[in-house]
T-cell receptor, first 114, second 113 residues
Framework: GAVVSQHPSRVICKSGTSVKIECRSL??????MFWYRQFPKKSLMLMAT?????????EQGVEKDKFLINHASLTLSTLTVTSAHPEDSSFYIC??????????FGSGTQLSVL | AQSVSQHNHHVILSEAASLELGCNYS??????LFWYVQYPGQHLQLLLK??????LVKGIKGFEAEFIKSKFSFNLRKPSVQWSDTAEYFC???????????FGQGTELSVKP
């Protein structure tokens, strides 16, 4: 079946540094990828929708300059948390939509900012 | 390994039929459980969640789920489905040990009018 690879699975960084998270669709082309964030004991929050070759669409309240999303190819989208701070510590998960409409999820990235 | 399994890949029902979608999770310490729905062309929406307390959880749109600890299950139910319930349903478990959110493979529900 279709697989979405998300890397890294866990990252610890110092405050002020930037962190890049990759989301790859391994055996299909993903025209659309979604980035979610989950706070402890809460449900997923959609951060942004990215379409290959165009700018990402951010949800209300999500800082575009803080969370940079690039969807340069049909198999890769990246989320860069710029100048990370402790409040950015969270679980981030991507999903990729196959051209037939089916959605597949990455395994998530636990970000801890010290 | 921490995992979530949804047994039904594709379920086809007629309107007014009852629905039960299976979800099992592997043991991995304390878990929080969720059911999400994705309607065609839309992103994920939360249907319901279980953290603690009453194992029978009621969510939006008439859905409910029952947490059975002894069976490691969190099945989703609805007494009478509607055509508008046609969607993909995802069960997910957040494992507090390790802090990982694991999704099931998803179940596609098709409701015939």
């Amino acid at each position: 079946g279709a697989v979405v690879s998300q890397h890294p699975s866990r990252v610890i960084c110092k405050s002020g540094t930037s962190v890049k998270i990759e989301c790859r669709s391994l055996d299909f082309q993903a025209t659309t990828m979604f980035w979610y964030r989950q706070f402890p004991k809460k449900s997923l929050m959609l951060m942004a929708t990215s379409n290959e070759g165009s700018k990402a669409t951010y949800e209300q309240g999500v800082e575009k300059d803080k969370f940079l999303i690039n969807h340069a190819s049909l198999t890769l989208s990246t989320l860069t948390v710029t100048s990370a701070h402790p409040e950015d510590s969270s679980f981030y998960i991507c999903s990729a939509r196959q051209q037939g409409g089916k959605l597949f999820f990455g395994s998530g990235t636990q970000l801890s900012v010290l | 390994a921490q995992s979530v399994s949804q047994h039904n890949h594709h379920v086809i029902l007629s309107e007014a039929a009852s629905l039960e979608l299976g979800c099992n999770y592997s043991y991995g310490g304390t878990v929080n459980l969720f059911w999400y729905v994705q309607y065609p062309g839309q992103h994920l929406q939360l249907l319901l969640k279980y953290f603690s307390g009453d194992p029978l959880v009621k969510g939006i749109k008439g859905f409910e789920a029952e947490f059975i600890k002894s069976k490691f299950s969190f099945n989703l139910r609805k007494p009478s489905v509607q055509w508008s319930d046609t969607a993909e349903y995802f069960c997910a478990a957040f494992y507090n040990q390790g802090g990982k959110l694991i999704f099931g493979q998803g179940t596609e529900l098709s409701v015939k009018p």
